[in-house]
C-alpha cells in the first residue's frame, strides 16, 4: 500500500512571495490533515478535512493560509504571502474513517524556509 | 481544550537497556485515544503505539509498551532492548473520541538517543 504523499520535500522563498504544497492521502482515506511543524516543536493542527469538507480550521491563518481538497482526495495547502515565522515543516496525515481507524499515517513533509 | 506534556525535552540511553518517555495530558473527556508517534531525522512520523481509554490492559507492541493511568493522566512509553534505530523524536498524542473538531493534540516530543 502506498504511503502519504507530499511535494515539494523542499522549498525556499522569500518573504511575502506565494507558496503551494501537494498532498495524496492513501487510497481510500477519507479524513485528511495538515500540520505544521516549527523546528523543536511538536506538529500543530492546521486544518483536517473530511472528504472534501472542512471540519476544522480553527488554527488556521485565513488572512494567508489556504487550503481545499477537491475531489475528496489530492489536497493544496497555500500560503500567500509567506512571513518569516511560517518557516516550518508541512506534513499532511490521512486516516480512515470510523471506530477504530483512529490512527494517522504521516507523509515526509515538506520543509518551507522563509527568507 | 486538551493539552498535552511531555516534561523530558531530551533523555539518552544505553544501546539494549530500558528507557521510559514520560507523559501528561488534561482533558475532561472521558473516552479518548493515546498515541506515541517516532519520528527518525528523517521526519517522516511513524505510529509506534496506541491506546483506547476505555481499555484497562496497557497496549504492547514487541519491545514497546505503555503505561497507562486513566486517573492520574498518565501515558508513559518503556522502550525495552533500546535500539540505535529507536533515536528519534518521540511524540505524545491525544485524540479525542468525536472525530471531529479541534481535538488531536501532540506534545512538544522528548528527543531519544540511543548511545553505542
Known amino acids: 500500500e502506498a504511503g502519504v504523499a507530499q511535494s515539494p520535500r523542499y522549498k525556499i522563498i522569500e518573504k511575502r512571495q506565494s507558496v503551494a504544497f501537494w498532498c495524496n492521502p492513501i487510497s481510500g482515506h477519507a479524513t485528511l490533515y495538515w500540520y505544521q511543524q516549527i523546528l523543536g516543536q511538536g506538529p500543530k493542527l492546521l486544518i483536517q478535512f473530511q472528504n472534501n469538507g472542512v471540519v476544522d480550521d480553527s488554527q488556521l491563518p485565513k488572512d494567508r493560509f489556504s487550503a481545499e481538497r477537491l475531489k475528496g482526495v489530492d489536497s493544496t495547502l497555500k500560503i500567500q504571502p509567506a512571513k518569516l515565522e511560517d518557516s516550518a515543516v508541512y506534513l499532511c496525515?490521512?486516516?480512515?474513517w470510523g471506530r477504530g481507524q483512529e490512527t494517522q499515517y504521516f507523509g515526509p513533509g515538506t520543509r518551507l524556509l522563509v527568507l | 481544550a486538551q493539552t498535552v506534556t511531555q516534561s523530558q525535552p531530551e533523555m539518552s540511553v544505553q544501546e539494549a537497556e530500558t528507557v521510559t518517555l514520560s507523559c501528561t495530558y488534561d482533558t475532561s473527556e472521558n473516552n479518548y485515544y493515546l498515541f506515541w508517534y517516532k519520528q527518525p531525522p528523517s521526519r517522516q512520523m511513524i505510529l509506534v503505539i496506541r491506546q483506547e481509554a476505555y481499555k484497562q490492559q496497557n497496549a504492547t507492541e514487541n519491545r514497546f509498551s505503555v503505561n497507562f493511568q486513566k486517573a492520574a493522566k498518565s501515558f508513559s512509553l518503556k522502550i525495552s532492548d533500546s535500539q540505535l534505530g529507536d533515536t528519534a523524536m518521540y511524540f505524545c498524542?491525544?485524540?479525542?473520541?468525536?472525530?471531529?473538531?479541534?481535538?488531536?493534540?501532540f506534545g512538544p516530543g522528548t528527543r531519544l538517543s540511543v548511545l553505542p
Open positions: 496525515a490521512s486516516r480512515n
Open positions: 498524542a491525544f485524540q479525542g473520541r468525536g472525530n471531529y473538531g479541534q481535538n488531536f493534540v
